[in-house]
């Protein structure tokens, strides 16, 4: 199994509040990535990391940023969490953008009261 | 913009019996990866089996193989010999093969697989 943890695995946090999920890896790879799983629509890229310090948006990036500043952790953040953004969040890995399969994280799940 | 579609919400299939899950996805690429993903109540994320759409073959991994028919956009997923284990979530995906979008995965929104005893 492809080493990735996710931290905290279950949060329950109020409206309003800050929160951040960490993503960390030890298999070194460039590429990651976070999606939300939401019931009715798969899962939804929120925001990529293609190496330290380089990120960009995905579909559904608002309300979330997100940095890197080592290899190994990606962290997501919800500046003001909102009900809307209770979801299930994972963390995926890989090594190239095109070949390569992603490897996913266990996931954190995060309810916003 | 690629698109993934499931149309099967729900299937269900007897232990050891064989079942296909559809997949139809829309693209003008030529180059791009296909994948299953299965996740379990466990919530992890697995993967299934991928194909290359520059290969004919078809993939196969175990009890798991694919219909990959690259004109009419179509993946479909076949299990053989069923197993109780094979119960879960199981989650098309595509990705496109000239790193667009820095190579995130496109995905279906899933078709719930239930083996019955």
């Known amino acids: 199994d492809a080493g990735i943890t996710q931290s905290p695995r279950h949060k329950v946090t109020e409206t309003g509040t800050p929160v951040t999920l960490r993503c960390h890896q030890t298999?070194?790879?460039?590429?990651m990535y976070w999606y939300r799983q939401d019931p009715g629509h798969g899962l939804r890229l929120i925001h990529y990391?293609?190496?330290?310090?380089?990120?960009d948006k995905g579909e559904v990036s608002d309300g979330y940023s997100v940095s890197r500043s080592k290899t190994e952790d990606f962290l997501l953040t919800l500046e003001s969490a909102t009900s809307s953004q209770t979801s299930v969040y994972f963390c995926?890995?890989?090594?190239?953008?095109?070949?390569?399969?992603?490897?996913f994280g266990p996931g954190t799940r995060l309810t916003v009261l | 913009a690629q698109t993934v579609t499931q149309s099967q919400p729900e299937m269900s299939v007897q232990e050891a019996e064989t079942v296909t899950l559809s997949c139809t996805y829309d693209?003008?690429?030529?180059?791009?990866?296909l994948f299953w993903y299965k996740q379990p109540p466990s919530r992890q994320m697995i993967l299934v089996i991928r194909?290359?759409?520059?290969?004919?073959q078809n993939a196969t991994e175990n009890r798991f193989s694919v219909n990959f028919q690259k004109a009419a956009k179509s993946f479909s997923l076949k299990i053989s010999d069923s197993q109780l284990g094979d119960a879960a979530m199981y989650f098309c995906?595509?990705?496109?093969?000239?790193?667009?979008?820095?190579?995130?995965?496109?995905f279906g929104k899933g078709t719930k697989l239930s083996v019955k005893p």
């Open positions: 995926a890995i890989s090594e190239s953008a095109e070949y390569n399969e992603q490897f």
């Open positions: 298999e070194n790879h460039r590429y």
């Open positions: 990391s293609y190496g330290v310090k380089d990120t």
């Open positions: 693209t003008s690429e030529s180059d791009y990866y």
């Open positions: 194909q290359e759409a520059y290969k004919q």
């Open positions: 995906a595509y990705r496109s093969g000239y790193g667009g979008s820095q190579g995130n995965l496109i």
